[in-house]
């Protein structure tokens, strides 16, 4: 397996999170967003939405964090990331996607960049698009999440975990004050204590820069 990714990528953090769950390696191929890489023709013709990440996997290429994990529980389910059926299973998808298509989308890099270079936000206006949506989003996620040291939905990491930790990374990024979402802070502080959190954080990773 290849995997396309961005160190400092939210979506792309999620997937080797997933990968060192399930004890899966890929090669890491870094595609610098900051300077443009993702929109050069070559990445365009593996993934034509020009984002991070992208798996290609013999004959599967998929471009979707959600989309990508969820083919990972396909080839190695165990550990199952997202539970076959019940309760659990909502849980976790609700959290997931609460994450991955309400919060972050509003405050990637490609939205931000677009908020300053094309309609001419100030820095100050541009951190506070960002703490706004942030804001909104953690409300709602800190009223879905238990009150403990452990996991987001039952007694394993989840792709809810997946999504949490690389959502909270990126917000402490921006300086955001987490003060006012306890259950959320408790749960990423002890996912981070998990080797395959640790591998995956974006400082160990082979393209990282400062």
Known sequence: MQLYTFFNSSASYRVRIALGLKGLSAESIGVNIRSGAQRSAEFLALNPSGLVPTLVDGGAQLSQS?????HLDCIQPEPLLVPASGQSRGQVLEIAQLIACD?????NLRVLKYLVHDLGLSEAQKNAWYAHWI???FNALEALLPDHDGWCVGP??????CCLVPQVANAERMKVDLAAWP??????AFARQHPAFIQAEPQRQSDYTA
């Open 135 to 137: 804001a909104e989003g």
């Open 156 to 161: 394993t990491p989840t792709l809810a975990d």
């Open 183 to 188: 259950r959320i802070s408790r749960i990423a």
């Open 66 to 70: 959600l989309a990508i994990i969820d």
């Open 103 to 107: 919060i972050h989308p509003l405050n």
